[in-house]
Structures are given as structure tokens and as C-alpha cells.
């Protein structure tokens, strides 16, 4: 495949409005490439980090690591003093879209800083352990991707080599959120705003894919990304690997 045109589903950034970071060149070497992925609620972040996958790069998936964590006996207690016995269900689970919805609602605000504050040094700390697994393997993967909601919000953005954003329209990204997830458009809205805005996002970038077309536009754009970033004496002829990506 040929090089990014302006006009292809893939484009490369310059970062001049995050000058504190100096990247480090994508080149042969046995310690992985650390990529990040941020863009809009519903981009399609998780699908652009299985196609990733399917090149033989390792994805971390933050809101996965989140689900493991919450069902820790610590986390299930602190949740049950703060909210009640209620946010468990029959099972002694915690109530995942229970708690979204109280922490998303609109008076919620202080009570989702309280769950990041609970939450997110766990995942940090459990991310941190599995890019060390990844760094100290045998065979280490040319590509760790950090499939993490708030990306840049936090200093999980400073562990990477190259920082991906995921461009999407609104249009599609309310659709998704609404069809695939069962959120009401004013959920959509909470959801986005609670985050870093798009510019902000796309200012820390080195690279923009875009998933505005079809399925095989992002899967092109994800090869030439990855013609990009992977060391060209490890990319051989190698194609995909067959598993399906997951969806965002």
C-alpha cells in the first residue's frame, strides 16, 4: 500500500501543542512500541486496537481491567458503604450500569471523582504490571496498544511512544453509543463531556485514523498506520492474523 495522501483515512501529526514530550523514533528494537488510542465516546477505539491485534501487537484494555477490578472484595465494600447494598445485584455483582448511571447522572459529578479516585490508580498499577510482562517476555511484541478511555486526562499518556486518535463523526458515535450500548442521548452527553474534548485529544496525537468510512477504510488505514510504526525488518510480508477484532 502506498503512502497517506491528505485525502486517505490516515494521516500523521505533529504534537507542536504538547512541546514537553520528546517521542521516541519507531525502530528496531526488542522493547515494544507503546501506542495509545483516545477519540470521542464511541469512535471506535476498540476496533482500531483489535485490527492492531490482528498485526501481532498486545492490547490492554483499561475498561476491562476496570470490570476485573470492581469485583474485588476492597472495591465491592467501599462501593457498598458509599452507594448501599443496592449497587450489587442478586449475585453480589457489582451493577455496572447501576453505577454508571449514578456516577454519570447530572448531580453525579463528585461522586465520579470519587470512583476515578478508587479506580484508576488500580488500573494504572495492573497496566503498569502487564507492560512490564510485555517488556520482560521472551518474545515481546513489536506493539503494546493502550486501549484506555481517558487517555490523555491522566499519566498513562506519558508511557506512550506514539499516541493514535480516532476520528469519528458525532453522528455515528451517538448512533453507536445509543444502538450498541442502550444509552439515552443525554447519557451520550454526560459521557463525552466528562472527558477531555476532542481538540484536546487531537492536539496530543502524532496520528489521526479515521473511521468515518466502511470497514475496509479502517482496516486500510490501520495498515498503513502499521507500516508506519513497525520496525520494517520485523513487518516482513506478514499479513493479518484471522481473529475477528472486537467493536468500540
Not at 122 to 146: F, K, T, Y
Request: aromatic share 4%; proline share 6%.
Amino acid at each position: 500500500m502506498g503512502p497517506a495522501t491528505p485525502h486517505s483515512a490516515f494521516s500523521s501529526g505533529s504534537r507542536q501543542s504538547v512541546p514537553d514530550r520528546t517521542r521516541k523514533p519507531a525502530q528496531p528494537s526488542a522493547a515494544p512500541l507503546i501506542v495509545g488510542l483516545c477519540g470521542g465516546v464511541g469512535s471506535g477505539k476498540s476496533t482500531v486496537a483489535g485490527l492492531l491485534g490482528r498485526y501481532g501487537a498486545q492490547v490492554l484494555d483499561a475498561d476491562a481491567q476496570a470490570q476485573a477490578a470492581l469485583e474485588q472484595d476492597d472495591m465491592k465494600a467501599a462501593l457498598v458503604k458509599q452507594f448501599g447494598h443496592d449497587i450489587l445485584d442478586p449475585q453480589g455483582r457489582v451493577n455496572r450500569s447501576d453505577l454508571a448511571r449514578r456516577v454519570f447522572s447530572s448531580e453525579g459529578a463528585a461522586l465520579r471523582e470519587w470512583l476515578e479516585d478508587l479506580l484508576h490508580p488500580r488500573i494504572r498499577d495492573q497496566l503498569n504490571d502487564a507492560l512490564g510482562e510485555a517488556r520482560n517476555a521472551a518474545s515481546p511484541p513489536w506493539c503494546v496498544v493502550l486501549d484506555v478511555p481517558l487517555l490523555i486526562e491522566g499519566p498513562v499518556r506519558d508511557w506512550c511512544d506514539r499516541i493514535v486518535f480516532v476520528e469519528t463523526s458525532e453522528e455515528d458515535r451517538r448512533t453507536r453509543t445509543v444502538a450498541d450500548r442502550g444509552w439515552t442521548a443525554d447519557e451520550y452527553t454526560r459521557r463525552e463531556t466528562a472527558q477531555a474534548s476532542l481538540q484536546d485529544k487531537r492536539a496530543h496525537a502524532d496520528h489521526v485514523v479515521s473511521n468515518k468510512g466502511t470497514m475496509g477504510d479502517l482496516e486500510s488505514a490501520v495498515e498503513q498506520l502499521v507500516q508506519l510504526l513497525r520496525p520494517h525488518d520485523r513487518m516482513g510480508s506478514e499479513s493479518p492474523e484471522s481473529p475477528r477484532p472486537g467493536t468500540s
